[in-house]
């Protein structure tokens, strides 16, 4: 069983990388909201998003190859790539290129699940599985193809753009349900042995 001495600190590269999407997602939505119809800016926005995206793949890899994953970064990892996808469909909603029911669907689920995950943790950590991790990455390529701005783009990338996003959408719905299902598992489990635990301190 590992001691406190031997778990990794919290201040590495990893958690690092996490507060710098963080930092991200202001300067990113800044950027789409006040210039969304002009070309170069949004070919710029769509960089700052990858950037800040591609930290997210980069930083999982580094903590599981260095032994340096932290509680701190299974959640803090979770909320900044909520944060910053979040921004992503809200600015687009606002500017009027994606459709606000899917943002608010999107977001609830996003949301709703990350706060389950939070009350969990009296529990355990529930880290992200890996329709979760599939379900980021089609998010972070869709949302890249609509950033470029899909009024500017020829046919097959518009359609490209929307048969991705549809994808995403429908993985981020049926992987909210497997949290769910997950979480209601450890709830059962953890019950079931704390009465266990009771029963046998009545027998005593």
Same mark, same amino acid.
């Given at each position: 069983m590992a001691t406190k001495k031997d778990r990794p600190s919290s201040i590495n590269v990893p958690n690092a990388l996490t507060l710098l999407r963080v930092i991200a997602v202001p300067v990113f939505g800044w950027m789409l909201l006040a210039h969304d119809h002009e070309g170069g800016w949004r070919t710029a926005t769509t960089i700052v998003f =990858?950037? *800040?995206?591609?930290?997210?793949?980069?930083?999982?890899?580094?903590? @599981?190859?260095?032994?340096?994953?932290?509680n701190f970064g299974k959640i803090g990892d979770s909320i900044a790539d909520k944060a910053l996808t979040g921004m992503a469909f809200i600015g687009l909603s606002v500017i009027g290129e994606f459709p606000w029911w899917m943002t608010v669907i999107i977001l609830l689920r996003e949301w709703g699940i990350t706060v389950?995950?939070?009350?969990?943790?009296?529990?355990?950590?529930?880290?992200?599985?890996?329709?979760?991790?599939?379900?980021?990455? =089609?998010? *972070?390529?869709?949302?890249?193809?609509?950033?470029?701005?899909?009024? @500017?783009m020829p046919t097959f990338v518009y359609v490209m753009a929307w048969a991705v996003m549809i994808v995403a959408f429908v993985l981020t719905v049926a992987t909210g349900l497997v949290y769910v299902r997950d979480a209601i598992q450890i709830r059962n489990r953890e019950t079931m042995t704390e009465s266990g635990s009771a029963r046998k301190r009545t027998r005593r």
């Open positions: =990858m950037v *800040a995206i591609l930290t997210d793949f980069v930083d999982g890899k580094v903590a @599981r190859k260095y032994n340096l994953v932290t389950m995950r939070m009350k969990m943790l009296k529990y355990e950590v529930m880290a992200a599985n890996k329709g979760g991790k599939l379900k980021t990455a =089609m998010q *972070a390529l869709a949302i890249t193809l609509f950033c470029l701005g899909l009024w @500017r």
